[in-house]
């Protein structure tokens, strides 16, 4: 199977000279093409004999950052592992907005999700999907990613690895744990609830799941819905042998520092997450230790250690990102719909494992169904934004109309025919 060298957490060198950030939440790849303060390279289409603009301009958001450009196609071939050229999806970015970061080492996106995320449609058909179609490799790619315990730097390169088409045995020990994709958009998984010190959360496992629970590698932390945040932060300053602990630090705006002989780990506890297994009468869990959540930050004075707090809150996902990936080799099998989790041998600290999978577990203590039925998905979104749009023009179409007939054919209104402005408007923008 193709390896392919990851760098700064989550890149991998592609071609050349250009670093790509390896999401699982996102469906385009798409490059700098041209100039910018922050990247060091970018990539020329006119230098490219093969590339072909689509004059098709695409726009995509994530949690943090927009880009605006062009898609085009171009012809790649993989260093290692697959034999041949392929004809893939590519969009240059022109323009962006708190993408490209200062210091980082990355000069494009890989999207890896489902093609029911790609922009500006579904039919764009995703890099992996173009793979699998044209080398005929297995529809599977698994991730490896480095990090535990090192110093947080956009710049720093802490290694791991993408595997495409396949499973790399020596990239994980024990066993491979699945759960089922509840939905192909997003690798959207099912939680059944979290432990803090072995204690636990005791919510409703809705909560856990509120809109959706997914498994992305573009996101840096461990993002919790606000209620389930709330309720992990509690109970980690409840179990840390910490008494008192400055409300910035969980926020995220506040560093927390110690004297670089000492190491804090030993006070905050284990988390541990619970996910649906294939089996739907049995669970099983993925625990991260403190060495994962809480991050040393690189370059914060000469004597001190200064780390963050890997957890953050977020409006409408929980969201299994970084913290949690660098402890496991993840494997996203799409033929089987079903995300895989095994420990992996980079996430250790001196010596020891940070991470941990234990099951099977019974589900007789949680609902049968964790994950919302009514679930709306950004496709549907937009498309039920452009019908509500049309209607809206039907409705402006036939108001210019009877303004434009004569006089004598109008109707005379009453107070009861009087139109509620309001009634016409999409006071909603939907994403």
């Known amino acids: 199977f193709p390896k392919i060298g990851y760098e700064n957490h989550l890149s991998f ?60 196609t171009d012809v790649i071939t993989i260093p290692k592992g697959i034999d041949g050229s392929y004809t893939i999806n590519i969009a240059t970015i022109l323009q962006s907005e708190n993408f490209f970061l200062p210091g980082v080492k990355w000069h494009g996106i890989l999207g890896l999700a489902y093609d029911a995320l790609a922009k500006p449609s579904s039919s764009v058909e ?49 066993d491979i744990w699945y759960t089922p994709v509840k939905e192909e958009w997003y690798y959207q998984v099912e939680i059944l609830k979290l432990e803090v010190g072995g204690q636990n959360l005791e919510l409703d496992c809705r909560e856990y799941n509120a809109d959706k629970a997914i498994v992305d590698s573009g996101t840096t932390l461990l993002r919790l819905p606000q209620k389930v945040f709330s309720a992990v932060v509690q109970a980690i300053a409840h179990t840390s042998l910490i008494q008192e602990f400055s409300s910035g630090f969980w926020t995220g705006s506040q560093l927390a520092c110690w004297d670089k002989t000492e190491r804090p780990w030993s006070l905050f506890p284990k988390l541990s997450i619970y ?117 809206c023009g039907i409705i402006l179409l036939v108001l210019i109309i009877l303004l434009l007939i004569p006089p004598r054919c109008q109707h005379r209104y009453t107070d009861n025919d009087v139109v509620n402005d309001e009634s016409s408007l999409v006071r909603h923008r939907w994403k």
């Open 13 to 72: 060198l592609l071609f050349r000279q250009l670093n790509i950030l390896v999401d699982t939440g996102s469906s385009n790849f798409a490059v700098a093409g041209v100039p910018d303060p922050d990247v060091t390279s970018y990539f020329n289409t006119e230098l490219s004999s093969t590339y072909k603009s689509q004059g098709i301009d695409v726009t995509v958001k994530y949690s943090q950052g927009s880009w605006t450009g062009v898609l085009g």
């Open 126 to 174: 995703t890099f992996f999907d173009s793979l699998v179609r044209q080398a005929k490799i297995p529809n599977i790619f698994s991730l490896q990613m480095c990090g535990a315990g090192l110093p947080v730097s956009g710049s720093g390169t802490n290694g791991g690895s993408l595997v495409l088409g396949g499973i790399e045995p020596s990239l994980y020990k024990g």
């Open 275 to 391: 996910l649906r297994d294939e089996n739907s009468s049995r669970s099983f869990r993925i625990s991260i230790l403190p060495q994962l959540y809480i991050q040393p930050i690189l370059g914060i004075g000469e004597n001190l250690q200064c780390y963050r707090f890997g957890i953050s809150s977020s409006t409408n996902a929980l969201v299994i990102g970084a913290t949690v990936m660098e402890g496991f080799y993840v494997i996203f099998d799409r033929t089987q719909r079903r995300v895989g989790f095994a420990v992996s041998p980079c996430a250790e600290v001196d010596g020891s494992p940070v991470s941990e999978i234990e099951g099977p577990f019974t589900t007789a203590d949680v609902a049968s169904n964790c994950v919302s039925s009514v679930s709306f998905h950004e496709p549907v979104l937009w498309i039920a934004s452009y019908a509500l749009m049309s209607l």
